[in-house]
Antibody
Framework: EVQLVESGGGLVPPGGSLRLSCSAS????????MNWVRQAPGKGLEWLSY????????YYADSVKGRFTISRDDADKSLYLQMYSLRPDDTAVYFC?????????WGQGTPVTVSS | EIVMTQSPATLSVSPGERATLSCRAS??????LAWYQHKPGQAPRLLIY???TRATGIPARFSGSGSGTEFTLTISSLQSEDFAVYYC??????????FGGGTRVEIK
C-alpha cells in the first residue's frame, strides 16, 4: 500500500524557517516525481513545488519561488521542503503528493502556522 | 497560467440523487484534467485522470467527461461517503499545476 506521511509542521514566527519532511513507503520512491501542495484555512488546494526523479528538475509556484526549496533523498525514501522567510499567508496544511502532472497519491498533511 | 473555475461552489444533494459538477479552463487543456475528492483531515484522493479515466479502486458511480475547456464530474447516485469537496486540476500547461476553487457537495 502506498503511504506518504508528512511531518515537521508547527508554529513559527514571521520571518522564520521550517523544514517539512515526507516519508514514503509501499512503492519504489526513486522512480516517481514528487510534489508539495498546500491548503490555507478555508481555501482550496495550491500547488507549490515539483521535483523530478533524480532531482534533475525542480519547479516552484511564484508564491514561494526564492523562499522554498524542494529536495529528495532516494536512499531514505524521503521528500523535503525547506521553507525560509515565512509569512502569515504561508499558514496552511502542507501535503506531499506523488506524480508528474496527475497526483495519484497524497499524504494527510502537516499543519504550519506562521504567527507571532 | 491556466485558471480553472468550478461551479457551483456548493451543491446540495440528497443521498441517491445524481450530482453534476462543472470545471472550466481559461484555455484549452486537452484531456489533461484530473478530479480529486477531499474530506476534512484526510488525504485528497484521485478520482479521475485524463478527463474520463477512473483511478484504481474508484467506484463506477464516478464518471468524468469533457475536453478542451469544459469538463464535468458526475456522481450517478450519491452515497453518504461521497459528501466532500471536489477539485479539478489541469496538467496540460505547467508549471504551475492549477486547481479549481472546489465544489462542496453537501447533504440536502
Amino acid at each position: 500500500e502506498v503511504q506518504l506521511v508528512e511531518s515537521g509542521g508547527g508554529l513559527v514566527p514571521p520571518g522564520g524557517s521550517l523544514r517539512l519532511s515526507c516519508s514514503a513507503s509501499g512503492f519504489t520512491f526513486r522512480t516517481y516525481a514528487m510534489n508539495w501542495v498546500r491548503q490555507a484555512p478555508g481555501k482550496g488546494l495550491e500547488w507549490l513545488s515539483y521535483i523530478s526523479t533524480g532531482s534533475n528538475t525542480m519547479y516552484y509556484a511564484d508564491s514561494v519561488k526564492g523562499r522554498f526549496t524542494i529536495s529528495r533523498d532516494d536512499a531514505d525514501k524521503s521528500l523535503y521542503l525547506q521553507m525560509y522567510s515565512l509569512r502569515p499567508d504561508d499558514t496552511a496544511v502542507y501535503f506531499c503528493a506523488r506524480g508528474a502532472g496527475t497526483l495519484d497519491s497524497w499524504g494527510q498533511g502537516t499543519p504550519v502556522t506562521v504567527s507571532s | 497560467e491556466i485558471v480553472m473555475t468550478q461551479s457551483p461552489a456548493t451543491l446540495s444533494v440528497s443521498p441517491g440523487e445524481r450530482a453534476t459538477l462543472s470545471c472550466r479552463a481559461s484555455q484549452s487543456v486537452g484531456s489533461n484534467l484530473a478530479w480529486y475528492q477531499h474530506k476534512p483531515g484526510q488525504a485528497p484522493r484521485l478520482l479521475i485522470y485524463a478527463a474520463s479515466t477512473r483511478a484504481t479502486g474508484i467506484p463506477a458511480r464516478f464518471s468524468g467527461s469533457g475536453s478542451g475547456t469544459e469538463f464535468t464530474l458526475t456522481i450517478s447516485s450519491l452515497q453518504s461517503e461521497d459528501f466532500a469537496v471536489y477539485y479539478c486540476q489541469q496538467s496540460n500547461n505547467w508549471p504551475p499545476l492549477t486547481f479549481g476553487g472546489g465544489t462542496r457537495v453537501e447533504i440536502k
